[in-house]
């Protein structure tokens, strides 16, 4: 895992969470939104220096963010790694004992592919794996 590629904030209103967050990083908006049709979730993103904030809201009642929410309320989700071969990286933590919500990389956000990590099996935390796209 070469670095932290964003942080993800789970909330009810993408809308109002913008207007919140354009106002806490000092910026006019997101610099992207996205829909993410495989999760049901729509995301916009902010860039603090280096780093990325993923703001995501369900779309429906029947979708990680949404039921996150209903069990724990708003905030911080997940934490997403930036890995060179999301294969070789997901093949690696299943060897070390890890839970991977899904065998294969999924499309996510921001040109991504992805997996998650279960947070029972990472004290708690769910880890995002994202591997850049190839042009
Ligand atoms: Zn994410």
Redesign the pocket.
């Known amino acids: 895992m070469r670095k932290i ?2 942080i ?1 904030i789970a909330v009810t209103d993408l809308e109002k969470s913008n207007a919140l967050f354009s106002a806490l990083f000092n910026v006019d908006g997101p610099y992207k939104q996205e829909e993410v049709e495989s999760e049901f979730v729509k ?1 916009s993103f902010f860039r603090s220096g280096n780093n990325k904030i ?1 703001l ?1 809201q369900g779309l429906n009642d029947d979708n990680a963010i949404s039921k996150f929410i209903t069990k724990r309320g708003e905030g911080l ?2 934490i ?1 790694f930036d890995v060179a071969d999301i294969k070789k990286e997901m093949a690696r933590l299943k060897d070390e004992g890890f839970i991977l919500l899904n065998e294969e990389p999924k499309i ?2 921001d040109n991504k592919l ?1 997996c998650f990590v279960h947070p029972k099996s990472a004290n708690g935390v769910l880890i ?1 794996l ?1 591997q850049e796209i190839p042009a």
Do not use: K, L, R, S
């Open positions: 590629e964003h993800g995301t993923e995501v989700h997940h997403a996510g956000a992805v995002e994202c």
